[in-house]
């Protein structure tokens, strides 16, 4: 392990072992401290989240921007302030925490036995609305997680997500498509954080007006298994309650090939993501590259 991962994973650590034992008032302050500082430095993450801002927003101001960009690394740090403090939680505290819309979709799904993908954004906490889905509906799911670097660091998230009564499997290696399908034939849920591509393969979507790649894997699952596809948003708001909402079913189409049912399927996803990023802008945690022009452009300044 490098320097550089050692010192990563072990400030990840001390995360975890130090702002758990917090009072919740010393962690909310802190959180928004290390949010503020982050932003004040102007960093590529803030850069980039106000580059990806400014489609979401395109008429805002450069001052309208920056408002968003700070309230975006302030949500940014409740999410990971939250998720280091998750584990402490009781039930009812984890029951109390997501206030979802419309979750009739899922618990009206999961009851026909057909299996059901709910597929996300990076949003709000999406570990907070699966600790609620656990707990408060006491329903098990199935789940695919980026490997990190360095492995270790990756370890420690694995570890704190099955804590938390999720099944997580690795993105990489080619089995998780398998054994997703293997639990959604047997009527079981399945979550996704599907609003970027990991894997170079994905498919094209309109998104904000411009061409971006989303992850196939929920439609080709919703296809290939029958379950019900669910996308799902969620934002804060002045509350230390989380908000969401349970969308309407993407359907399979009834005709095309399957390549067609896919790309429909997900540009489909991407419209609710986007309305859902539209109204809550600030609790979309997008501080990677998206857009294909900006993965281009990286490309380009790579070559010279």
């Known amino acids: 392990m490098s320097v550089r991962d050692s010192v990563t994973d072990g400030l990840y650590g001390l995360g975890w072992a130090t702002v758990k034992k917090l009072p919740e008032p010393v962690a909310k ?58 584990p402490t939680w009781s039930r009812e505290r984890a029951a109390g925490s997501f206030d979802p819309k419309d979750v009739h979709h899922l618990t009206d799904g999961l009851a026909s036995g057909r299996g059901v993908i709910l597929a996300l954004p990076h949003m709000g906490n999406w570990d907070l609305a699966g600790v609620w889905v656990t707990r408060a509906l006491g329903v098990p799911f199935t789940t695919v997680a980026e490997r990190l670097k360095p492995e270790s660091l990756y370890d420690r998230f694995v570890a704190y997500r099955e804590s938390l009564g999720m099944e997580v499997l690795p993105h990489t290696g080619g089995a998780a498509f398998g054994t997703l399908a293997r639990r959604l034939r047997a009527g079981g849920l399945v979550c996704l954080v599907a609003d970027r591509d990991l894997s170079a393969s994905g498919v094209e979507v309109s998104f904000f007006g411009e061409k971006a790649r989303m992850p196939a894997g929920p439609a080709m699952l919703a296809q290939q298994t029958g379950a019900l596809l669910l996308p799902v948003t969620l934002w804060y708001d002045d509350t230390d309650v989380m908000r969401g909402q349970v969308h309407a079913p993407v359907e399979v189409p009834e005709s095309g090939t399957r390549a067609e049912k896919t790309s429909s399927m997900t540009q489909a996803l991407a419209d609710v993501f986007a309305g859902g990023i539209a109204e809550h802008p600030e609790d979309w945690h997008m501080l990677q590259r998206l857009w294909l022009a900006d993965l281009e452009e990286r490309e380009g300044e790579r070559r010279t």
Do not use: C, Q
């Open 29 to 86: 302050g802190l959180g928004r401290r290390i949010a503020d500082t982050a932003w004040k430095r102007r960093g590529k993450s803030v850069l980039r989240l106000e580059s990806n801002l400014a489609r979401v927003v395109p008429d805002a101001t450069p001052e309208r921007l920056a408002e968003l960009s700070r309230a975006g690394m302030r949500s940014y740090m409740r999410y990971w302030m939250e998720s280091f403090r998750l």
